[in-house]
């Protein structure tokens, strides 16, 4: 059964940064494109990034642009998301989720695998 467990969330002053992990069971890890989505209370799942199998491809919502960095290390199969710049509006738990052969869509119906989520939470 793949496996698809987030770590590194948790509490931050606003301007500070956090990285979160996400650890694939599967080999077919470098096969999957790899996104970040966040809910926050009382809101919509949101898309945040995404990555190719290859990683030469990132997507960012417009909320990341310039703050978060994804990227990803196929030999531990493993994305990352670098926060950097947060905000208090980034609070929420985050999700990442693996899109089989797929590009790494916005729309989170596409992707195949999610995680549990981890909490991030960033204070005023």
């Known amino acids: 059964q793949v496996q698809v467990v987030e770590s590194g969330g948790g509490l931050v002053q606003a301007g500070g940064s956090l990285r979160l992990s996400c650890a694939m069971s599967?080999?077919?890890?470098?096969?999957?494109?790899m996104g970040w989505f966040r809910q926050a209370p009382g809101k919509e799942s949101e898309f945040v990034a995404a990555?190719?199998?290859?990683?030469?491809?990132?997507n960012y919502a417009d909320s990341a642009k310039g703050r978060f960095t994804i990227s990803r290390d196929n030999a531990k199969n493993t994305v990352y998301l670098q926060m950097n710049s947060l905000k208090p509006e980034d609070t929420a738990v985050y999700y990442c989720a693996a899109d089989l052969w797929g590009p790494g869509h916005q729309d989170g119906t596409t992707y195949e695998y999610w995680g549990q989520g981890t909490q991030v939470t960033v204070s005023s």
């Open positions: 599967e080999r077919t890890f470098n096969n999957c494109a």
């Open positions: 990555i190719s199998w290859s990683g030469r491809i990132t």
